[in-house]
Structures are given as structure tokens and as C-alpha cells.
């Protein structure tokens, strides 16, 4: 007997729609066909109207964050997933950041981690951000590598907070990664230009939440984008741009990509959905983040930018505060802690912007939200994908669902919502994790602690040629 039939639904890959039915069974995926010559199983859910699709990664999210600018976010592994599964995700990514902790050790940082993200009720994995070359951290790649953490991710600003990596440290961990067929990615500004354009607008008497986005304009972005790519090059290696936000930086990354470089890049929820605007309106501090928003000429840009497969994967980069703690170190813009909630809101954000407004169809949809993230993360076809062997992680979404989104819908328990009054068309209504329902009509089933820990390992060509 299965354990779960999903019948009737329009099942979805990144290169094809089949009216096919799924049979579940002890957290896998094992049978595609039909219902009717299928054996029996415990429940049956007709998904007749809707999509069918893998389950949700999110490749970027920070729960339980160590404080940034003194302020702990208030989203800790359990509640942070919790929101994600509620919005049709079934795997994330978070990091242990070099720097944050009072080891210098990054398997030790790791350990720290990973003990957190035993609250987590979806699927785990980590980035491992190198802030210091030291000898000691430098001899730990390879062995992070073979542990399943196989993603690296550098800071080329916040030095005054102490994990920024300088030009060397990123080399050398282009050159280690490489060398144990782990893979690069940077968090890219530019932090002299920051610090130069922030202490002038101080002078000049500039505090608004607006001067957040002034101070970092598309320059500090690009620029930061344009020597990363040219040190990949350097190293012959793969490079991952986290959280892309601007149109300069993706015609970087797409010449890079034309020429056949294994270089990819990540975009975030608000990034596709809100402008800076934000900034200028009465909760504008609120809406400060690292990229900060961008222009709507920006959102477009990036929404072509996954049209043409030059922008991969989508992260909800969660960081959740309250307005209080935003406003705790003061108003001014430098003070104050960056940082969105986003993870319950990226797939449905993703697929209203996206599918139901004409920009992607429902297959670019499923690529940008777990296939291409599967692929480039080495989970593949662990994850990403509805085929016999996988796991039984899958999303249905109802797309004739809309919603007005309110500081209601939120889950995370932050007093705002950064969407809030956006109409959203298309809503997971059924979240199945390793082949249990956790989600359904709205109410979390789930349980605290059921996620496991994703032991990754990268396509063996990451760092010579494109893979997706």
C-alpha cells in the first residue's frame, strides 16, 4: 500500500506540463502513471485545477542569526521554516558566517549551526562563509566540502562588523574551493564606496530611510559584481552571485554566461516585487536591506533576466525584524539593523509577479524556485524534481487563489509585512515534505525538528562549464 497518491493535478517541470498522478511511499516518490493502475494508498489528494510542482528551495535564508548591528532577528530555525513550508518551500540553505562567532574555526561555526537548525520542521543545508584566510581555515575547505557543505560565500563589505573578505581571502577561496570541487559565491558591494558616501551624507545633515539606497547606488553593487567575475576568471572557477538586485550587474553576469563561464546568480523575493520607493514612505525604515531596493527598471530587467535563464535561483534572504528592533539603535539609516521577512511570501510573490502576470510560464517557474537550485547546489535529483527516486517533496498550487496581503497573513510574528496590500494571484494550498503533508488550506502540520540535514555534493563540472 502507498503511502499518498497526488491525482489529476497538471504536474510540472521545467521543460514540461503531464497529467500525471504521483505515488508516495516511505518519503519517496515511487510511482509516476496513473492512479487507477496504481495499488491503493492511505490518502489520496485530487489535486484536479491545480500545479503540481517540486517542493520550494530557498537557497538563501538566515534563521536564529547571530545579532547584526546588535539586534537578533526574532525568526529562529523553527519559526523561520515553519513560514517557509506555509509558502510551498520544503528545503532552505542558511550560513555559518567566519567571524559571527567566537571560534575562528569554520567546521566548529558549522557545528554551532547545525545544532540550531535542529528546530527545523523542512529540509537543511548550509553556506560556508570564509571572512579570514587563515592557514588553519584554509586547511578546513576540503574537509567542509566532504562534510556536504559544498557553497562558499564571501562578504566584500561590512568590514567595521568584522566578516567582510578582502580581495586575498576571496582568491584563496576561489583556488580551495576549486581545487575540492566547491563552488564560490560572494555577497557583492563595495564597502570603501559605501563608507565614503555614508559619512558624506551624515555630514550633510542626511539621515532618512531613503539615504540607505542613495548611499549604495547601483555602483557599489556592480563594481563589486565586475571584480568578483574578473577573480573567478582569475582562478579559472565557478562564481554565484548572491541576492542580485540591479540590471548592471546582471549584464555582467549574462556576458560572462555568453561566453560560456560558469557563472551564476541568485535574486531575492523583494528584489522582483518592491522598489525603493519603500524607502520614502512613512514605515521606510522598515524596508532597509543589503542590496538595498532598486528602481522598477531594475525589477524588469530582473524578471528578463530569469525569462532568458541568466538569473537562477530565488532566495527569500529572511531576515526578520520587528519595527522595534528596527528602530532600537535609532533612526538614522546607518544604524539601523538590514533585513526583510520573506520566506512564507516567496513562492506565492514568485509566482504572481511571474506566472499569473506573463512575465515566466509555470516551467520557468519551477526552475527559478527549485530545479536550477537542485542543479547548482548539488541536491539534484535528490530535490528539484518529481521523478521516481526522489524525495516526495512537492507544492500544489491553486493558481485561481488571490489574496490581499496584510501584516495578518504573516506568520513570522513581526508586526509588519513587507507586501503588505499586494494583491497576489496563485496559493500553495497543499506543502508535502519528504512525503508527509505539513501544509494544507492554510494550517501547519508539521513538526518541530523533522528536517534533515541535505548532504550536498556539486555536478563534478561546477567549476569548467555551465550546468544550467
Avoid at 124 to 135: E, F, Q, R, W
Avoid at 415 to 427: A, F, Q, S, T
Wanted: aromatic share 8%; proline share 4%.
Amino acid at each position: 500500500m502507498l503511502d499518498l497518491i497526488i491525482k489529476d493535478g497538471k504536474v510540472v517541470s521545467p521543460e514540461a506540463i503531464m497529467d500525471i498522478d504521483i505515488g508516495i511511499k516511505d518519503q519517496k516518490i515511487v510511482m509516476i502513471g496513473y492512479a487507477s493502475d496504481m495499488p491503493k494508498a492511505k490518502r489520496t489528494i485530487d489535486a484536479n485545477g491545480k500545479y503540481v510542482v517540486p517542493g520550494g528551495i530557498d537557497t538563501h535564508t538566515h534563521y536564529d542569526n547571530p545579532p547584526f548591528n546588535g539586534v537578533k532577528a526574532v525568526a529562529g530555525f523553527y519559526e523561520g521554516t515553519r513560514a517557509a513550508a506555509l509558502g510551498g518551500t520544503t528545503s532552505c540553505i542558511d550560513f555559518a558566517i567566519q567571524g559571527q562567532y567566537n571560534t575562528s574555526l569554520p567546521m566548529e561555526i558549522i557545528e554551532l549551526r547545525l545544532k540550531s537548525a535542529e528546530e527545523s520542521v523542512i529540509d537543511y543545508g548550509l553556506h560556508s562563509s570564509i571572512t579570514k584566510a587563515t592557514p588553519e581555515a584554509m586547511a578546513q575547505i576540503e574537509e567542509i566540502i566532504n562534510f556536504g557543505i559544498p557553497t562558499f560565500k564571501c562578504f566584500t563589505i561590512y568590514r567595521k562588523d568584522g566578516i567582510m573578505a578582502d580581495d586575498a581571502v576571496v582568491l584563496s577561496t576561489l583556488e580551495m574551493t576549486k581545487k575540492y570541487n566547491g563552488m564560490f559565491g560572494a555577497h557583492t558591494e563595495n564597502d570603501a564606496i559605501t563608507d565614503y558616501n555614508i559619512k558624506k551624507a551624515l555630514q550633510e545633515g542626511h539621515n532618512e530611510p531613503i539615504w540607505h539606497a542613495l548611499t549604495k547606488p547601483v555602483l557599489v553593487e556592480a563594481e563589486a559584481i565586475n571584480r568578483m567575475l574578473y577573480l573567478a576568471n582569475a582562478a579559472d572557477a565557478a562564481f554565484f552571485d548572491f541576492h542580485l538586485s540591479c540590471k548592471d550587474g546582471l549584464e555582467m553576469i549574462k556576458a560572462q554566461r555568453n561566453q560560456g563561464k560558469p557563472v551564476y546568480a541568485e535574486t531575492t523575493t523583494h528584489y522582483l516585487s518592491l522598489t525603493k520607493d519603500k524607502l520614502e514612505g512613512p514605515d521606510g525604515i522598515n524596508y532597509i536591506c543589503s542590496p538595498p531596493l532598486r528602481s522598477q527598471e531594475d525589477v524588469e530587467a530582473l524578471w528578463k533576466g530569469i525569462a532568458d535563464g541568466h538569473v537562477h535561483t530565488l532566495g527569500s534572504d529572511d531576515v526578520s525584524f520587528t519595527n522595534k528592533q528596527k528602530l532600537s539603535m535609532g533612526t538614522s539609516f546607518n544604524v539601523v539593523p538590514n533585513g526583510m521577512p520573506g520566506s512564507e511570501f516567496r513562492m506565492p510573490i514568485a509566482f504572481s509577479e511571474g506566472v499569473s502576470k506573463g512575465r515566466i510560464d509555470i516551467n520557468k517557474f519551477v526552475a527559478l524556485t527549485s530545479a536550477n537550485a537542485a542543479k547548482i547546489m548539488g541536491m539534484y535529483p535528490q530535490k528539484g524534481v518529481i521523478q521516481v527516486g526522489s524525495d516526495a517533496d512537492i507544492t500544489i498550487i491553486d493558481p485561481e487563489i488571490e489574496k490581499v496581503l496584510s501584516v495578518e497573513d504573516s506568520k513570522l510574528e513581526v508586526g509588519w509585512n513587507p507586501y503588505e496590500g499586494m494583491c497576489v494571484k496563485g496559493w500553495p494550498v497543499v506543502t508535502v515534505a519528504r512525503g508527509k503533508v505539513i501544509v494544507e488550506d492554510g494550517e501547519f502540520k508539521g513538526t518541530k525538528g523533522a528536517g534533515k540535514f541535505i548532504k550536498r555534493k556539486l555536478h563534478s563540472d561546477i567549476n569548467s562549464r555551465l550546468i544550467v
